[in-house]
């Protein structure tokens, strides 16, 4: 597989479920991110890892708490969310943190939360 | 705070030529970025400007004034699958991309 994949592609879950998301790179970039998707809404970065060090965390409720084993896996676990955490989770790479580094997205997880 | 501001939605001729416009209020300027996004699919990048000026790619050209706050993105010879949403992201002086909410844009024949 080449590009950035995510893992599940939809997931439905109940607020006191635990879950965890799964991003996998196959770019070689040193950086990775997760994004929320909100519909009519900008995208709100979430976290940022650079060398699996993370450097971002954008005032992320506890609920969410991420993990980077390596420069090329990154995690999203999940543990007693709300309703309104149902959203479009987007994992992206790139080559490093600054000026030109384009950003690849994968494809997403689909989140419902009942 | 930081604000992307673009227009919710616009709809063009196939054919056509249709200017997305995109301004700006960030915390510091490290270059702006243009990503198109299908309907259930993941953002891919389309350019990148951080000079003053035109970038041409194709059908697609991106402008950029740093003194105004403002960009577009310039899309001729409009096909069908040129219906998506477009979107704004300025790199701010910590190096995080600021997001637009996005310019939808439908494609008629």
């Known amino acids: 597989e080449t590009g950035v994949t995510q893992t599940p592609r939809h997931l439905v879950m109940g607020m006191t479920n635990k879950k965890s998301l799964k991003c996998e790179q196959h770019l070689g970039h040193n950086a990775m991110y997760w994004y929320k998707q909100s519909a009519k809404k900008p995208l709100e970065l979430m976290f940022v890892?650079?060398?699996?060090?993370?450097?971002e965390n954008n005032s992320v409720p506890s609920r969410f708490s991420p993990e980077c084993p390596n420069s090329s896996h990154l995690f999203l676990h999940l543990h007693t969310l709300q309703p309104e955490d149902s959203a479009l989770y987007l994992c992206a790479s790139s080559p490093g943190l600054a000026g030109y580094n384009e950003q690849f997205f994968g494809p997403g997880t689909r989140l419902t939360v009942l | 705070g930081q604000n992307i501001d673009q227009p919710t939605e616009m709809t063009a001729t196939e054919g056509a030529i249709v200017q997305i416009n995109c301004t700006y209020q960030?915390?510091?300027?490290?270059?702006l970025f243009w990503y198109q996004q299908h309907a259930g699919e993941a953002p891919t990048f389309l350019s990148y400007n951080v000079l003053d000026g035109l970038e041409e790619k194709g059908r697609f050209s991106s402008f950029l004034s740093r003194s105004k706050g403002y960009s577009y993105l310039l899309l001729k010879e409009l096909q069908m699958k040129d219906s998506a949403s477009y979107l704004c992201?300025?790199?701010?002086?910590?190096?995080?991309?600021?997001w637009g909410a996005g310019t939808k844009l439908i494609i008629k024949p």
């Open positions: 960030t915390s510091g300027f490290n270059g």
């Open positions: 992201a300025v790199m701010d002086s910590n190096y995080q991309l600021i």
């Open positions: 890892y650079n060398f699996k060090e993370q450097t």
